[in-house]
């Protein structure tokens, strides 16, 4: 049982390209959510799924797009990469949204 | 703006203390979670207290909800070195979205 797994752990981008974080989950939770965490302050949330076939803007959506690719599978696109985009990116699940959520071990995207 | 605020932001106790951290949110909620974060992982969910629960225990952790003043404690007994780490709580708004405060790092030294 794997949890909820992430990919790439590590990423360096270019100003203006473009990239997808991955995220899958093995807990057959029907919630997703994707948050970026940056020094010193608490997790913001960028986008969510409550169940498979719906995504919804968290607080902090402007630059990312998702996909509630299947159950399990929930990606994170960043269109055109700014630096203001540096940040660790958690994805995480929960079997609905009132739930305990259960979180990846984070993607450390740095944009150059 | 963050729903729940943590205080202390930094705690810093000897090994057998006890540590206590605050948690003080807005508005109505359903549910209030703790977690934490052990540096450069990610969250591991602790505990949760529904909006009518007063107190919960767990283990060292013993959380209290005051729903009149809208804050919560987080009390971590006997602590230990392994318990170095950021503590969040959460409280969900509309949608059953988390919000999270912005932590205590708590640095419990042997």
């Known amino acids: 049982n794997a949890g909820v797994t992430q990919t790439p752990k590590f990423q360096v981008l270019k100003t203006g390209q473009s990239m997808t974080l991955q995220c899958a989950q093995d807990?057959?939770?029907?919630?997703m959510y994707w948050y970026r965490q940056d020094p010193g302050m608490g997790l913001r949330l960028i986008y969510y799924?409550?169940?498979?076939?719906?995504?919804d803007k968290g607080e902090v959506p402007n630059g990312y797009n998702v996909s509630r690719l299947n159950k399990r599978e929930f990606s994170l696109r960043l269109e055109s990469a700014a630096p203001s985009q540096t940040s660790v990116y958690f994805c995480?699940?929960?079997?609905?949204?009132?739930?305990?959520?259960?979180f990846g071990p984070g993607t450390r995207l740095t944009v150059l | 703006s963050q729903q729940g605020e943590e205080d202390p932001q930094a705690l810093s106790i000897q090994e057998g203390e006890n540590a206590t951290m605050n948690c003080s949110y807005k508005?109505?909620?359903?549910?209030l979670q703790w977690y934490r974060q052990n540096s450069g992982r990610g969250l591991v969910h602790l505990i949760l207290?529904?909006?009518?629960?007063r107190e919960k225990h767990s283990g060292r952790l013993r959380v209290t909800l005051d729903t009149s003043k809208k804050s919560s404690s987080l009390l971590i007994t006997a602590s230990r070195a392994a318990d170095t780490a950021s503590y969040f709580c959460?409280?969900?708004?509309?949608?059953?979205?988390?919000?999270f405060g912005q932590g205590t790092e708590l640095s419990v030294k042997p």
């Open positions: 799924s409550a169940s498979e076939g719906t995504t």
């Open positions: 508005t109505s909620i359903n549910n």
């Open positions: 207290i529904r909006s009518n629960e």
């Open positions: 959460a409280t969900d708004a509309a949608g059953g979205k988390l919000i």
């Open positions: 995480a699940s929960s079997a609905l949204t009132y739930n305990e959520q259960f």
């Open positions: 807990m057959n939770h029907n919630s």
